[in-house]
């Protein structure tokens, strides 16, 4: 391995809490995240690796951030200028009818993230079929004042269908220098509303991420990131289009679940990636996660192909506490890796999971954790006595939640949750996963090798890949929709370099003509199945409009899940802990464990 270093492949994960690194070879190191500096963490993981001291560079470095997301939800983004069509400044603003919660007149909606003042209107007009009504009044895009504006999002009206006019606006801002966003560039769909948000996500975005993407150019000749909808998209991309990054490190660990639980015979499975502090779970049918074409990140909607990821504020450092009301409330403030749970000793107070975990017995006392030392249990104990709060309810609290995800990607979209194998891991997963499968009465509970490190393993096994998506203006005219389809799918083999290693796959979102909702299908033949798998029903005698065309293209990776070193495990019957480099798994009451294929796993329940 050392001498051929120069060509090796590094998946590189950034965690709340930890970030993880997995070589070629199966080596892992994990290393405490600097939130203050994420890219230091992921030059030192790297450094860590064994023999690096003797390796004179990095061929490839796959990763998966959290920065984006973290920057959208603590609202550290650039100052934004929004340019968009006369009368539709306050689009962003006035969003959906609906309401964050149904019956508390108190919640509010998320702040827009472009204030009033930087919200710029211009004339000129497309009609709804995309021909132009007016030019655009490029005499006054030139006269806005832009002055304060960190970048700019441009969303015209009617864009998707013609990009003439943003391309117009775009140009003329950026002869001034200004870094602009447009949305025919990024989000290329119906919907005025959330094209805008995601836009302007966009915009917001840009300017960390750039900054923190390109302090990792030189970790290695060829630096690739995950991308939400699954695949590695190059660096210069990603610095592009961060928007496209908010589900980039759980959209890895998912790749490698399903991979897995398909190489274990489970072809329908859902994931359980608990962190430190978040859990996500997605639904995988027939080996593949299922798609999500807009994600709700932080309140927002992001209109962008990405993995069906739900993701809940419960993590093994989220913290516990009573509520004014007396009840037992877990996340979704989380005590994050500084100064992290109680018992890392590290002036943490406040008790979360992993110290309720070390209590209950399901963390060993001589745990070493690495880059914090062995875990305090006296220190656990004393922060939950000090909370109220015992380290079986905040368990019971943190499983009722992640059952409520579970369900949320199951039995929400017709799946029966027990006809499914639970894929647990994360460094907190394997903990929680007996508890949690006895609840939904799901049988098999399947815990992948490097358990603890699977994002930076799917990373690390991720195949680079490209995604292009299309309104398609005939609604239930399908005439030159096959033409279309297989333009845009050439489009996207064209973006990878094409070659008889490139996989596209072509896709549709279609709906009944009145609904105001789509499902993706791989045909128009197949969306009444579809329909009636997720509603119990269909309408064979309705029309069926195509809204959008979607092309995904996929160059095959040189490194599989099933390439990796197995590690040797044995069989187990619970209740054991059984304590790993990277993760411990509880094995509890009820339950044994045996090995299975690649190295994984295999819990069962005993007696049923």
Partial sequence: ??????????????????????????????????????????????????????????????????????????????????????????????GRQDRPSLYDPFADRPEPLVARPDRHEVAGRLAADGTEITPIDLGGVRALDLDGAGSAAVCLLHADLDPIHEQQVAGALRTRGVDVTSSHEVSPQLREYERTVTTVVNAYLRPPCRTYLRALAHVADDVLVMSSAGGLVPLARAAEVPASLLLSGPAGGVAAAAAIAEACGFGDAVTLDMGGTSTDVCLVRGGEAEPAGERMVAGLPVRLPSLAVHTIGAGGGSIAALDPGGALTVGPRSAGAVPGPACYGLGGTEPTVTDADLVAGRLASDTVLPGFGRVDGSAAADALDAAGVTAEGVIRVVEAAMEQAVRAVTVTRGVDPRTLALVAFGGAGPLHACGLAEALDMTTVIVPPRAGVLSAVGLLCGSRQHDEVQTWPGLADHTGLDTALAALGAEAAAALGGGADVEVTLELDCRYAGQSHELRVGSVEAFGVEHRRRNGYDRPDTPVEVVALRATARRSTPLAVIDLPAPERGPVVGPAVIAEADCTIFVADGWRADPGPLGALLLTRVNR
Avoid: C, Q, Y
Avoid at 26 to 47: E, F, L, N
Avoid at 50 to 68: C, E, K, Q
């Fill in 1 to 94: 391995m050392t001498a051929s270093f120069p060509r090796a492949r590094v998946g590189v994960d950034t965690g709340g809490t930890f970030t993880d690194v997995v070589a070629a070879d199966g080596a892992v190191v994990k290393v405490p995240s600097t939130p203050d500096d994420p890219a230091r963490a992921v030059r030192d993981g790297v450094a860590h690796l064994p023999g690096s001291d003797l390796r004179p560079g990095l061929g490839t470095l796959a990763h998966g951030t959290t920065v984006a997301t973290n920057a959208l939800l603590e609202r550290r983004g650039a100052r934004v200028a929004l340019v968009t069509t006369e009368g539709f400044a306050d689009v962003i603003e006035i």
